[in-house]
């Protein structure tokens, strides 16, 4: 069974950093695209990140230069570096399981099969 599961969510002030872990399990994650997600109440949920299976990077507008994704293979486990937070960035955030690389583009939910369960993160003024 794919279980991915994530860590490392909590409550900073503006201009704190956070790092999130996504442990995936029962799963060959390591060929396909990995998306981070977040949603904040009353939004749709988005994609702000995805790194495909050779550690490529793209981020949407409102996290580039702050937020950093990474992913260790060998330990089934993806990364997410959040630096510079803003009270906007307030969210549950998920990471998602595609089951192909990053190419063409993979932006819509509906592109990854697996997720993980949420970590809240809250980011006061």
């Known amino acids: 069974q794919v279980q991915l599961v994530e860590s490392g969510g909590g409550s900073v002030q503006d201009g704190g950093s956070l790092r999130l872990s996504c442990v995936v399990y029962?799963?060959?994650?390591?060929?396909?695209?990995m998306g981070w997600f977040r949603q904040a109440p009353g939004k749709e949920r988005e994609v702000f990140a995805t790194?495909?299976?050779?550690?490529?990077?793209t981020y949407a507008d409102s996290v580039k230069g702050r937020f950093t994704a990474s992913r260790d293979n060998a330990k089934n486990t993806l990364y997410l570096q959040m630096n510079s937070l803003k009270p906007d960035d307030t969210a549950m955030y998920y990471c998602a399981a595609g089951v192909s690389d990053c190419w063409p583009p993979r932006r819509l939910i509906y592109d990854y099969h697996y997720w993980g369960q949420g970590t809240q993160v809250t980011v006061s003024s």
């Open positions: 029962g799963y060959t994650y390591s060929k396909y695209c």
């Open positions: 790194i495909d299976s050779y550690g490529s990077a």
